[in-house]
C-alpha cells in the first residue's frame, strides 16, 4: 500500500554557502513536461525516483486514500514499486513540468 510519509533531511553547516545535506547517489535524470489534462489512473513509479515540480500542480492520491497538492519547489520521493500504487492528476487546468532524478 503506497502512503505518505514527511521526512526532514540533516544538514550540516556549509560556512559561508548555508547547509546541505550529504549527497545522494543519483542514476539519472529527466525532464517532464505533462498537459493540463493529464489524469493517470492507479500506477506504480517506475523506479525509485525523486520528482521535483517546477511549473503547475499536481494531486497525488496515495492506495491508502490519502492526497496531498505539489506545487513548485515541492519535492517527493516516488517509491511505490509494488502494490496498488497512486493516482497523478494535474490540477488548475495548467500543464506541469517537473524533474525526475532516478535514485534506483
Known amino acids: 500500500m ?7 533531511v540533516d544538514m550540516k ?3 559561508s554557502r548555508g ?3 550529504e549527497a545522494t547517489q543519483a542514476t539519472g ?3 517532464s513536461t505533462t498537459g493540463a489534462d493529464m489524469d ?3 500506477h506504480n513509479a517506475g523506479r525509485r525516483q525523486f520528482v521535483i515540480t517546477l511549473e503547475g500542480n499536481v494531486e ?3 492506495s491508502d486514500g490519502t492526497k496531498r497538492m505539489f506545487g513548485p519547489g515541492d519535492i517527493m520521493l516516488a517509491d511505490d514499486r509494488t502494490g496498488r500504487g ?3 492528476r494535474v ?3 495548467r500543464p506541469r513540468k517537473a524533474i525526475f532524478v532516478t535514485i534506483d
Do not use: C
Open 86 to 88: 497512486h493516482i497523478t
Open 91 to 93: 490540477v488548475n487546468n
Open 2 to 8: 503506497s502512503h505518505f510519509k514527511d521526512v526532514e
Open 60 to 62: 497525488i492520491i496515495a
Open 40 to 42: 493517470l489512473d492507479y
Open 29 to 31: 535524470l529527466f525532464f
Open 19 to 21: 547547509q546541505k545535506s
Open 13 to 15: 553547516d556549509a560556512g
